[in-house]
């Protein structure tokens, strides 16, 4: 396709008539933006020797997560190095799992470790309830208030939530890190569906509340992280991933209707589809697979909706000119339309700084084809 004649998407009006001044905002209204923002999942984190430096005086990753100095540091220190269009809160996703009562622990080579699992109806009712969520998660709105006063004025806040089939996957499978075919959650939740419902439904809820704070701590944006949404069967997708997340923008646009919301069904494949009409995304977050043409074509001129995405990070792990090209490819791609610059999962430890410097500064450069 010659992306020189290709349709392009014409900025899409915002209510009111004022015009977000913040580059990534202005995207996710659905205007085509003379340069796509950027900012990458993970961009704060275990890649950058700053951030192990604060990992360590914090004690440790939970400590990090409910310290918001800790915290705040973390959050901007790629916006220091990079400066990227938007900043993600520092939080980690099982928080929600532990507010609502297991107990999150982090072991080496182990990641994430949630005690005891959920595996039954009985065990939801034993020691899961949502009466101390915002007590337990109360570092992390302190965390999002601090940030709103030392952040630069162009950048934006991103706040965020794992969707509710991905928490499940933790709280039933006990664990985040490391291999997991998850068969303990798929077992419960396609053997008996209405004995799993309840799960889903006690964690939309939460991060219904959850999200809603961070906004009116002040988040300009939020993303809904469903990591594992590719491991479930078409028959089960539209009821754990689908659903949950068209209830959670809906209660939040009820609520905060100008607040933006990007949401992420990694491994969707010809599922994104529907994904993205279903919810009522204002961006639907693209995983590496996803092929460009189509997300142009369907989702961006067919839907008029932003997209993000969708560089493999192994490609920023490599850097040099195949970095270039691929990004490149991805920028004549997707510019066309509403679109934000990112990866399509997050960035890997192994990633030297330096290739996300010279990322940063190839999307800055963009201007679009002639």
């Known amino acids: 396709m010659d992306i020189g004649t290709r349709e392009e998407v014409a900025p899409k009006p915002v ?6 001044k913040k580059l990534l905002l202005r995207a996710l209204a659905g205007e085509r933006t ?4 950027i900012w990458l999942m993970r961009q704060a984190g275990r890649y950058l ?44 996703l099982p928080q929600v799992a532990a507010a609502l009562g297991q107990t999150l622990d982090y072991r080496a080579g182990d990641g994430p470790v949630l005690t005891p699992p959920v595996r039954s109806t009985a065990d939801m009712a034993d020691f899961l309830s949502v009466s101390r969520l915002h007590e337990e998660l109360a570092p992390v709105y302190e965390t999002v208030r601090r940030l709103t006063r030392v952040l630069p004025a162009e950048t934006t806040l991103i706040g ?3 969707a509710p089939w991905t928490i499940a996957t933790y709280m039933v499978e006990g664990r985040g890190g490391g291999p997991s075919e998850h068969s303990v959650v798929k077992q419960w939740a396609l053997s008996d569906p209405d004995g ?3 799960l889903i ?16 701590a002040g988040a300009e944006a939020v993303q809904l992280f469903d990591t594992w949404a590719g491991i479930l069967p078409d028959a089960f997708f539209e009821r754990w991933c689908v659903d949950p997340v068209a209830t959670i923008i809906a209660a939040l646009k009820t ?22 009409e279903a919810t009522g995304a204002d961006c639907v977050g693209l995983d590496a697979t996803v092929p460009l043409d189509w997300a142009a074509r369907k989702l961006q001129r067919g839907l008029g909706r932003c997209v993000q995405g969708n560089l493999d990070p192994r490609f920023l792990v490599a850097g040099g000119p195949a970095l270039h090209a691929e990004t490149e490819r991805i920028l004549r791609a997707l510019s066309g339309g ?33």
Request: charged fraction near 20%.
């Open 49 to 92: 020797p700053e951030y192990h430096r604060v990992r360590e005086a914090a004690g440790g990753m939970v400590g990090l997560c409910n310290s918001p100095e800790h915290a705040v540091e973390v959050t901007l220190q790629p916006i220091r190095r990079f400066a990227l269009d938007a900043a993600i809160l520092f939080a980690d």
């Open 196 to 198: 799993f419902q309840p």
């Open 255 to 276: 609520q905060y209707p100008d607040v933006p919301v990007i949401a992420f069904p990694r491994g969707a494949g010809l599922a994104y589809d529907g994904f993205a």
């Open 34 to 37: 003379e340069r796509p923002p």
């Open 15 to 20: 209510p009111g008539g004022v015009q977000p």
């Open 201 to 216: 439904d006690l964690l939309t809820t939460a991060v219904i509340q959850f999200l809603g704070r961070q906004i009116e």
């Open 338 to 370: 509403p679109f934000v610059f990112n990866l399509g999962h997050g960035i890997v430890k192994t990633t030297p700084p330096e290739h996300v410097t010279a990322l940063a500064e190839q999307v800055r450069a963009w201007r679009g084809t002639s």
């Open 160 to 162: 965020y939530a794992g």
